[in-house]
């Protein structure tokens, strides 16, 4: 009992300084921009010492991404798989419109700042290692393939660049208007047109 409070305690403190760490570096990029968003800048920022950092983030660029891919989590496994290609294209903007407010949540400022060109994480090639949206749609999409519902005009793996360009362009409409583009509309309406033109019934589809 007491073993497992210990965990427990362990479990909440490590969260808690994840998240000093987290808030240390969205002040930094609001504040001063990426070009400022140094490790040693972050810990100072977070009063914590350089060890904490690398026991929870390899590099600044995966602390970021942490939050802005893992955090708006779905599971590929949970999602339920619709019986039609509608469904399947309504489950794919959905994953999206989780994200819409997710971004909104983080604030303009902040996305406007991760939205910087130096930023690795998001170079595609190198962000492989969490089920984030991208990855979840993948694995949806195949899923619904194997299963007869769906069928795919283009390769997956050009299937999921076009789609994350589709994001990131509008993720980038958002932050150039400071937040006063139609972000939700945008999405789903872009998203939308390009899954009409790449997802048609499957064999099982009548």
Excluded at 63 to 71: G, K, P, T, V
Excluded at 178 to 185: C, I, L, M, S, V
């Amino acid at each position: 009992m007491n073993e497992k409070a210990s965990i427990s305690r362990q479990q909440q403190k490590s969260r808690e300084t994840k998240e000093k760490i987290f808030q240390a570096a969205k002040r930094i990029l609001q504040k001063k921009g990426y070009e400022e968003l140094s490790i040693k800048n972050i810990c100072e920022e977070a009063g914590v010492s350089n060890g904490s950092f690398y026991h929870h983030f390899k590099t600044k660029d995966d602390l970021l991404s942490y939050y802005i891919e893992d955090q708006p989590k779905i599971d590929p496994d949970l999602l339920e798989l619709p019986d039609n290609v509608e469904g399947v294209k309504a489950g794919i903007i959905q994953v999206y419109m989780n994200y819409v407010k997710y971004c909104r949540e983080l604030g303009v400022e902040f996305m406007s700042e991760y939205y910087d060109t130096k930023n690795q994480a998001l170079n595609a090639a190198i962000r492989m290692e969490r089920p984030y949206p991208i990855i979840t749609v993948q694995k949806y999409v195949e899923k619904a393939e194997q299963a007869g519902v769906v069928s795919l005009n283009v390769s997956i793996e050009e299937f999921t660049t076009d789609i994350r360009m589709i994001v990131i362009g509008n993720v980038f409409e958002w932050c150039v208007k400071h937040g006063e583009a139609d972000f939700e509309g945008n999405m789903s309406r872009s998203l939308g047109k390009y899954l009409d033109a790449t997802l048609c019934g499957g064999k099982d589809q009548k």
